[in-house]
């Protein structure tokens, strides 16, 4: 599974998000992101204002709670 991880600043403040959709193959992840920082750039509030974005592999430990990115 893959994830859209967004790190979004603006005038010294920042925002971590995801689109909170989980992803079968990056090759969907990645074209889904592109479209997504498209429409964040076309909407920016400010000039200043920038979007970091990365599409991760999501893996579970097997009998674990913990997630690695």
């Given at each position: 599974m893959y994830l859209i991880v967004l790190v979004m600043i603006q005038?010294?403040?920042h925002k971590i998000a995801s689109d909170q959709i989980l992803?079968?193959?990056m090759e969907m992840c990645e074209?889904?992101?592109s479209v997504?920082?498209?429409n964040l750039e076309n909407t920016k509030p400010s000039e200043?204002?920038?979007v970091?974005?990365?599409c991760t592999?999501?893996?579970f430990?097997?009998?674990r709670s913990k997630v690695a990115l």
């Open positions: 005038t010294g403040q992803y079968p193959s074209a889904a992101r997504l920082v498209m200043d204002a920038v970091f974005s990365k592999m999501l893996s430990e097997e009998h």
